[in-house]
């Protein structure tokens, strides 16, 4: 009987209330210069970068930002722990596969696409039972969807085309006649689907989205009060987050490794997926940059210190173990000095970084 | 409901409510007429938070119902009393603490948003109007309770008591018809009582919202308020104007050794 | 019939064993309020410095005595490095905390150590064992024993020491013991430090069964939906989860398995956990907190 409060078209009590017009105060956007000149170097990047670079450095450092950013969306900005990123990465791959294979007459960015929108459907799926479950009992079922999602794309063939040895690798990577196949051809795909990607992750942050599923994190019972449909949001942050992580996964298996399995998605890519966005910055999205350059580099980093200060006598697995050590340390220390991880560090560094309002 | 025939916009009857076994409302029932600043009194732990609680649904009473603008509920959901226009603040300020004050204010707009997800993924432009839009009614809410100066500060550092205005401002920005305050002016100077007192006053005049008050200061409850209800131990002692409550002897005897 | 009881029983046995690792979770967690995810890398650590010591010519005793001692010097680091900086933070901070720690502890353990897999002979070979008609595993019975009693070793350590007094009264209401004047800092050293020997003899046994490897430090996944179905505070309940998670996958993977191809242990028991927590939130013997605003 009684109707809902229907929007007022123009809030006319608070204007009497203040009986003077607002002031105008808008956030000033002072970040094109800076930002287009980044991107125009990524852009122009493959004609000066050499090919190891590209294909071993720049790529995967590309796609982990977006699994970063994938993972943050969700875990950072919404406060839903996951630690099956992986997991849904390898639908986006399997799934890509799937199309690239079976229909074929779809663009390769379609089937990636397409490929993102199934992993999103499973990450939805996966994500209902955040009504019920919360805080950190909700990892359970991150492992559930990470270990299950593993298992089913070794144990039904279908799903590598009943290939012998499990694993999926792209038939042809072109784009409208466009040889994909090379390391600039691959660099150039994954940028533009992590270009678009970023900018759309930071429309939907700066969004009501974006300030829903933060009020969620923050604290869900106060959102739910101040009228935000809580589980609606949990729901679109788990399918927004394994759209992302979906295409990530397809990017990785076919712009970067070339041919993967179930096994490439495993439980420690998740793992490595969380540490880039604690160490880059959770709630933030240059932070998933930051991590994934820092996650990147390290090993590389170390394999040179290794070389040069002892003459390349260092063993392998040990330079592996003195990383793992490194990570851990790190994973604690910013834990203890700075949750916000390298991306505040940074930022009280150069109060004027050009990355600034892409960090909330 | 047209207004002649409902004079009340809520009504308490019979709720009760415990929590392992001990009862923090005892069949408690009373009316609040709509535009009336109604305020809730007593010792403390006599239930009024719990109260405020159950009126906006964040608990469940065991019994009773709540009578809501004509309709009759055993329980509203808080998403669904937030949709039918009742704002609330808690005792503790339940802010988003990581979210600047601005944001924190826009997220009480975000009922009335009717933009979709992809217009907001894709910045098309009735986003970014709906965004343009819901930003000024944010100025203009910060401009009348004075918060320039804290616009863009994490809202977890800032006093406790400009963290109450800023509660306040997000409740308010959606105009809602029910305002439930929880203490709105705890931890404040007398000067900064005065002037929340006064943002009140103004929001019933001005926006017509009824107001549901918990408060210890008994001279802001008598110069603020039309109607009082006193709670003790979860059961009702006193119901009327300030004044006739002030005289009652049951009130008094509940409040004896915590005069304020 | 025999089949059924044979699997079930296999399962409870081997349940047994996710309950010994669970105990360390419980442990720690009723004192510090803390899932420590590095409590599968310190079962590594601790199986690794033994087999190694071992190997190196130390006693079994001597060898068992120095790994102790280790533990203790580690729990002591762990607490004055990890814990105390992160004392008043979120569940999931220390959790994460946790992770990196687990980190920390498999790259010193397998940079020292190495990463080849060792094998662990405790002198219990897994021969089958006849009893009532019905078939055993020799090595998940002694498991099983050494389960009981490491149960009955902590109980009576809590009930009755003065320590574990102070535990408990740690576990119940910290700041009511700080009043009381117990020493924070001391209780979560012993506290892990009992939980590392426990998860020596958990890395013991688990490394007698399939060798002490990298994969050991996983064996700590499966100890949250152990967790959650048993409750996180209470010894009881992670036995009860133990055997509740060991029968169910066995009993999964031989009934169910069959139609969906097989290989169903790596995931079932979460997917019990999230059935289980839609039903009881808080786990079987786990504490029902409610929400105050």
């Keep these: 009987m009684s109707q809902l409060l229907a929007p007022p078209a123009d809030f006319t009590g608070l204007s009497a209330l203040l009986n003077h017009p607002a002031p105008i105060v808008l956030h000033q956007r002072r970040w094109h210069g800076p930002l287009v000149a980044l991107v125009l170097a990524a852009v122009l990047l493959p004609t000066v970068a050499n090919e190891y670079w590209l294909s071993a450095i720049l790529v995967p450092f590309l796609i982990l930002s977006l699994s970063g950013l994938g993972l943050n969306l969700l875990t950072g900005y919404t406060g839903q722990t996951s630690v099956g990123s992986a997991g849904f990465m390898a639908v986006g791959a399997f799934a890509t596969y799937a199309l690239l294979v079976r229909v074929p007459v779809l663009p390769l960015p379609v089937s990636i696409l397409l490929g993102g929108l199934i992993a999103a459907a499973v990450g939805l799926l996966f994500g209902v039972p955040s009504g019920r479950i919360k805080g950190f009992y909700l990892m359970v079922t991150s492992l559930a969807a990470q270990f299950f999602l593993e298992w089913v794309f070794s144990k039904f063939p279908w799903f590598y085309n009943y290939g012998s040895s499990g694993t999926i690798s792209a038939p042809h990577l072109e784009v409208a006649g466009f040889n994909l196949n090379t390391p600039a051809g691959k660099y150039g795909l994954v940028l533009v689907f992590v270009l678009a990607l970023t900018w759309v992750a930071v429309n939907l942050v700066r969004s009501q989205t974006g300030r829903n599923w933060m009020a969620i994190r923050d604290m869900d019972t106060a959102a739910a009060v101040v009228g935000i449909p809580v589980y609606r949001y949990k729901l679109l942050a788990f399918a927004v987050s394994s759209f992302y992580l979906g295409i990530a996964g397809a990017l990785w298996a076919f712009a970067y490794l070339g041919s993967a399995s179930a096994q490439s998605f495993g439980i420690t890519r998740s793992f490595q997926i969380l540490f880039i966005i604690i160490i880059g910055g959770m709630g933030s999205i240059a932070g998933n940059f930051v991590g994934a350059a820092f996650i990147s580099l390290l090993p590389l980093l170390l394999d040179t210190l290794g070389q040069n200060l002892f003459a390349g006598h260092v063993d392998a697995g040990l330079l592996q173990n003195i990383q793992k050590v490194i990570f851990g340390g790190l994973i604690i220390w910013f834990l203890i000095k700075e949750p916000d991880g390298l991306v505040r560090i940074l930022s009280s560094i150069k109060e004027r970084l050009a990355l600034w309002p892409l960090r909330l | ?260 | 019939m025999g089949l059924f009881l044979e699997t079930l029983i296999g399962g409870l046995l081997a349940g047994t064993m996710y309950s010994l690792v669970a105990i360390g979770f419980v442990l720690i967690y009723k004192a510090s309020g803390v899932f420590n995810y590095a409590q599968g890398s310190l079962l590594l650590f601790a199986a690794l410095t033994f087999v190694t010591l071992h190997e190196k010519g130390l006693s079994f005793p001597a060898a068992l005595a120095a790994t102790v001692v280790v533990l203790i010097a580690a729990a002591l680091l762990i607490e004055r490095w990890v814990l105390r900086p992160l004392a008043n933070r979120t569940q999931i901070t220390l959790f994460m905390a946790t992770l990196g720690l687990s980190f920390v502890v498999e790259g010193i353990s397998q940079g020292l150590m190495g990463a080849e897999v060792h094998s662990l002979d405790l002198g219990i070979d897994d021969v089958p064992v006849f009893i009532g008609g019905l078939m055993f595993s020799q090595f998940d019975a002694v498991a099983a024993a050494t389960a009981a009693v490491l149960v009955t070793v902590l109980a009576l350590l809590f009930n009755k020491t003065r320590i574990g007094v102070s535990l408990r009264a740690v576990a119940d209401d910290t700041r009511a013991a700080l009043s009381l004047g117990i020493n924070l800092n001391r209780i979560w050293q012993i506290v892990w430090a009992v939980a590392g020997v426990v998860g020596l003899v958990a890395g013991m046994l688990w490394g007698a069964r399939q060798g002490v490897q990298f994969s050991l430090s996983f064996v700590v996944l499966k100890a949250l939906p152990v967790l959650i179905i048993g409750g996180f505070t209470s010894i009881g309940g992670a036995i009860a989860g133990g055997l509740i998670v060991g029968a169910s996958e066995t009993l999964a993977e031989a009934y169910l398995g069959p139609y969906i191809g097989g290989g169903i242990t790596p995931w079932f028991a979460y997917f019990l956990a999230i059935a289980f927590l839609y039903v009881r939130p808080a786990g079987l013997f786990g504490e029902r907190t409610i929400d105050r605003v």
């Design chain 2, 1 to 260: 409901m047209s207004e002649a025939a409902n004079p009340y916009l809520l009504e308490v009857e019979s709720v009760s409510l415990s929590f392992q076994g001990v009862k923090a409302i005892s069949d408690l029932s009373f009316k609040v007429r709509r535009h009336e600043i109604c305020s809730l009194i007593g010792p403390n732990g006599a239930g009024k938070s719990s109260l405020l609680n159950v009126l906006n649904g964040v608990y469940r009473a065991d019994a009773g119902w709540l009578h809501y603008d004509g309709e009759r509920f055993d329980h509203l959901e808080p998403l669904e009393a937030a949709r039918r226009g009742i704002g609330r603040t808690f005792q503790n300020n339940a802010l988003f603490k990581k979210m600047t004050v601005l944001d924190n204010i826009v997220t009480g707009l975000s009922k009335r948003s009717t933009v979709g997800f992809l217009a907001q993924a894709l910045a098309l432009p009735a986003a970014r109007a709906e965004a343009a839009r819901f930003r000024e009614r944010t100025e203009q809410v910060i401009d009348f309770l004075d918060l320039q100066a804290w616009r863009d500060v994490p809202v977890g550092q800032l006093a406790y008591g400009l963290q109450k205005r800023v509660e306040l401002g997000r409740a308010l920005i959606a105009e809602p018809q029910l305002l439930l305050l929880d203490e709105p002016m705890a931890g404040m100077n007398a000067d900064e009582k005065v002037e929340m007192s006064t943002f009140i006053a103004d929001i019933n005049r001005e926006l017509g919202t009824t107001v549901v008050l918990i408060e210890h200061d008994m001279g802001v409850v008598m110069s603020l308020s039309a109607h009082v209800v006193v709670l003790d131990y979860g059961r009702k002692v006193g119901d009327g104007s300030p004044s006739d409550v002030k005289n009652n002897p049951e009130v008094i005897a509940a409040y004896l050794g915590t005069v304020h």
